[in-house]
């Protein structure tokens, strides 16, 4: 038998999970009690599943690295979540999301997931109006949407340019909930470093408590990793700072497959870096696309100030290109036309790596309308730009104070300069249908699993895929395991997996400490993330994935005889904790790099440029490449490689337009 | 530029704690202040020395963990922004700046500028929240709210729960944090069920974490960096009174 085996239910589409949630094995209230699950990762997946669970009846244990479940870096999240409501009566339904998904993907991520979250994306909804998120309304009281890439209808759900923070603290608030209720023990700053199994099942964790340093043993008949992605690896991204892999990446160690790690999605609208000091890089939300005009000057190499171009010397180049979807293309396709414009010379700004993003005609359209609502019938030029400013302040206030503050330049006035940045990951821990890793009980929740996204995410399908996870998917499916697992007795931690796997943890440490070098972490962090932006970033080529391979061993072996890690281990130290994720993450950007360059195809995010059509578009290779790269760790730095072929019986595969 | 920075290094919440000059060079005015924190840790950990420990995360103003009292005031001098969002160009050349950790009694050290700010998720946990299990919502559009309600709810919601609230105020008070979420619930249709309770419980966890009382010198809303309005006190303090003619 294959070692991949996805669980997928049988029968038609539609009727797959509605089907299985009828069939699957339930625990009852009692035996619920004796049960003991352990969340890692508090942002959206990871609370949602944490407060389902303890709502349910299990017992659940909750950690997260920072000082707060609160702060889980789901709270940047900006521009919305998708749901397929179709409260705007514009065609939309669960078909359509579960297409336009799939699509987006560009045809790498399985259908009957897919199709099971396109079905409770209504839910999610529901569920968080009723847990009081505060969600943008209409004068009649009725929830607002507005449109994201790769889509023609308006299903996107919003909190103006904060609807991760609001979804947050509204799962949040569930997550605290149970914590006063004493169903859910919560353990802030507080880092997982290993996975225990014991008899081939995941049992439980080392964790450690990052104000002493001391390592703690917890047990668990279950653990679900939702510590989200691995954009930091870039070293700038927009990713917060603490962001991290380790978690996965230790459980990779212990027999979880890692899928698709090669596909990354750089998002076409962050702030351009300014300088070497930068740590790390600031989003400009995808919203901004439904009302900002992308272009830059159609001569190379013009130093014109931006409101010194007439609009006939402009290149509102994802028009020209794409006229059906224009500036609201897909974010990988929005990103690679943005860097052929700067690499042609067309770039903009000191550095010539930005293009333009500009609210002109929408700050005249809304001014007009506004200005009719007023009752000025004809209104003078001040007037539509007052009033437009108005309603564009009202949309996207925060997000245009944002770039102010880091740029110092005023975007009402002038165009905002952006560039693409690395923003999410969708590759991550391979998951069968019910969320599960190859090893048994242990699961992977929201962006630390590969599942949804295919070789790239379309906007807002980031939120509603961790909250679907955890509020709708895993109080289903972990019954299927825990059904059989209520024979068993808590384990106790003085058991020799534990015992072992703490020595482990203390191990890595003590070689840290041990080795004294003389750079900081920082600085083979720094080196890591220009290697794979320049080699294994928005294009990608057979020779630059080899020398990334070779340069990343060498980094390696530099990182392990030279890192300087101050302080002990015993006290509260964040350059120990760094030392550890950058030490993983150079592991996993090897990985990377071994999967981009095994997918000869491009496709998504994962663009080679030895296949593209002669219009610049990524080619797929659907005979060769219509599978999942599930990666499995045999130590010492090698990985084999098994394929999940994706069979699509729904869609019918097809090349991706836009135009 | 270059500026003399006064820090204040402790080593944890049992010893005390002392402000250590630390002289910084060539820093560039479109760095973040956070960014200069990096330049100097760098060359304190270069020359072997401990780094400077400080909570960060986001970077983007929206996480709430950054937290530090710049010149005397929580976020730095300009108002509106996290210190992660403040940049140096708010500094001129050899300017003397001097950072602090949140003081308050509620929020005690753990390491030079990293604080315990713990006290306020065990304030949402008495009431932060309404209790709604997954899966029993109606439909999002079966409740109207009138856009306003719903805006003003969005308003108070916006709170980062970074504590400069508490930095600023005086008498240490969390009045601005709790209500803004007593406010968020109380505005909303969903959330009247349980105003009474909440309100009641959120009160009492504030006093009993050390939090002192409010005497409306609204430094709070001056100093928070989402703008958190006021009224969102006078709110809670509506709330409460209620509650307590009620029962």
């Known amino acids: ?659 | 530029m270059n500026l003399t920075l006064k820090i204040w290094r402790q080593k944890n919440d049992k010893e005390t704690g002392k402000l250590v000059t630390y002289p910084v060079k060539d820093i560039s005015p479109d760095m973040s202040f956070l960014e200069m924190f990096d330049v100097l840790n760098e060359e304190l950990i270069t020359k072997g020395d401990e780094p400077i420990a400080f909570d960060h995360d986001c970077r983007e103003g929206i996480c709430g963990m950054c937290s530090m009292f710049i010149n005397g005031r929580p976020h730095g001098p300009k108002r509106g922004v996290t210190t992660c969002q403040l940049h140096m160009r708010s500094f001129k050349n050899g300017d003397t700046i001097v950072v602090e950790p949140w003081r308050a009694a509620a929020f005690p050290v753990i390491k030079d500028l990293t604080v315990d700010r713990s006290a306020f998720d065990r304030i949402i946990s008495k009431g932060g929240f309404i209790s709604v299990n997954t899966g029993n919502a109606q439909d999002a559009n079966n409740i109207p709210i009138p856009k306003p309600d719903a805006d003003a709810s969005f308003e108070a919601a916006a709170c980062i729960g970074c504590g400069a609230c508490v930095a600023t105020c005086k008498n240490s008070s969390a009045m601005l944090f709790v209500s803004a979420k007593v406010s968020q619930l109380a505005l909303l249709p969903q959330g009247r069920v349980e105003a009474t309770t909440r309100v009641k419980n959120m009160v009492a966890q504030m006093d009993e974490e050390g939090f002192g009382n409010c005497t409306n010198t609204g430094a709070c809303e001056i100093e928070c960096p989402k703008g958190i309005s006021l009224e969102n006190i006078a709110r809670m303090n509506r709330e409460y009174f209620v509650a307590n003619i009620k029962s």
Not at chain 1, 225 to 233: E, Q
Not at chain 1, 496 to 504: H, L, Q
Not at chain 1, 600 to 622: N, V
């Open chain 1, 1 to 659: 038998m294959s070692k991949l085996d996805s669980k997928i239910p049988e029968g038609p589409l539609e009727q797959k999970w509605e089907k299985y949630k009828s069939s699957v094995a339930l625990v009852n209230p009692a035996n619920k009690r004796s049960l003991e699950v352990i969340v890692v990762g508090s942002g959206l997946a990871g609370a949602s599943a944490a407060s389902s669970l303890a709502e349910m009846g299990y017992k659940v244990k909750v950690f997260c690295f920072q000082d707060s479940a609160r702060r889980a870096h789901s709270i940047a999240a900006q521009g919305g979540i998708n749901a397929a409501k179709n409260y705007q009566n514009d065609g939309d339904s669960t078909y359509r999301l579960f297409y336009d998904t799939i699509k987006g993907g560009d045809y790498r991520a399985r259908e009957a997931n897919v199709y099971r979250l396109a079905s409770v994306s209504a839910n999610i909804i529901d569920q968080c109006v009723a847990m009081g998120v505060p969600l943008a309304r209409e004068y009649g009281g009725m929830l607002s949407n507005r449109s994201f890439g790769g889509t023609q209808v308006q299903r996107t759900f919003y909190a103006a340019g904060q609807t991760g923070q609001q979804l947050l603290l509204g799962a949040y608030s569930g997550l605290q909930r149970q914590v006063g209720l004493g169903t859910i023990e919560m353990f802030a700053r507080h880092e997982m470093l290993e996975v225990v199994n014991i008899e081939g099942k995941c049992r439980g964790i080392i964790a450690r408590d990052l104000i002493s340093g001391k390592l703690e043993r917890h047990f668990g008949h279950a653990v679900l990793l939702c510590t989200g992605g691995y954009g930091n690896v870039f070293y700038l991204s927009t990713n917060a700072m603490g962001s991290n892999v380790t978690a996965a990446w230790k459980a990779t160690k212990k027999g979880a497959f890692f899928g698709n790690p090669c596909f990354t999605q750089i998002h076409p609208t962050c702030i351009p870096v300014s300088g070497d000091h930068q740590s790390k890089l600031t989003l400009m939300s995808e919203s901004l696309r439904n009302d900002g005009r992308i272009w830059v000057p159609k001569k190379q190499g013009d130093t014109r100030k931006a409101n010194e171009i007439p609009e006939e010397e402009r290149d509102y180049y994802l028009e020209r290109r794409y006229p059906a979807f224009g500036n609201l293309v897909p974010r990988d396709v929005a990103s690679r036309a943005a860097k052929e414009r700067c690499d042609a010379g067309f770039g903009v700004g000191t550095s010539k790596m930005a293009v333009y993003l500009d609210f002109k005609s929408a700050i005249a359209r809304y001014g007009h309308s506004k200005a009719l609502t007023q009752g000025i019938n004809n209104p003078s030029a001040q007037q539509l730009k007052d009033f437009g400013k108005l309603v564009v302040e009202e949309k996207y206030g925060n997000l245009f104070e944002m770039y102010e503050q880091i740029t110092g330049e005023n975007p009402y006035e002038l165009p905002m300069r952006i560039y693409p940045a690395v923003h999410y990951t969708m590759g991550g821990l391979w998951v069968d249908y019910n969320l599960m890793t190859t090893v048994p009980g242990l699961y992977a929740l929201g962006e630390a699993n590969f599942s949804d996204h295919g070789a790239n995410r379309l906007g807002a399908s980031a939120l509603m895929q961790g909250l679907a996870d955890g509020y709708f998917v895993i109080p289903y499916t972990i019954g299927a395991y825990l059904s059989k697992e209520i024979a068993t007795k808590a384990i106790s931690t003085d058991h020799e997996a534990f015992v072992s796997a703490e020595k482990d943890a203390q191990g890595i440490i003590d070689k840290l400490f041990a080795i004294k070098g003389t750079k900081s972490v920082d600085h083979f962090h720094k080196r890591l993330g220009k290697i794979m932006w320049d080699k294994c970033g928005m294009a990608r080529n057979e020779k630059g994935l080899k020398e990334a391979i070779a340069e990343i061993r060498t980094l390696r072996e530099e990182f392990w005889k030279d890192v300087r890690v101050p302080g002990s281990a015993n006290d509260f130290n964040p350059e120990l904790e760094k030392a550890g994720r950058v030490a993983d993450f150079i592991e996993l950007g090897e990985l990377m790099c071994m999967d981009a360059l095994n997918r000869s195809e491009s496709c998504g995010g994962h663009f080679r440029e030895e296949s593209q059509t002669e219009e610049g578009e990524a080619l797929r290779k659907d005979e060769e490449f219509a599978y999942v790269a599930a990666w499995e760790n045999k130590g010492n730095h090698t990985y084999e490689l098994h394929k999940e072929e994706l069979k699509f019986e729904a869609i019918k595969i097809a090349a991706r337009s836009y135009k």
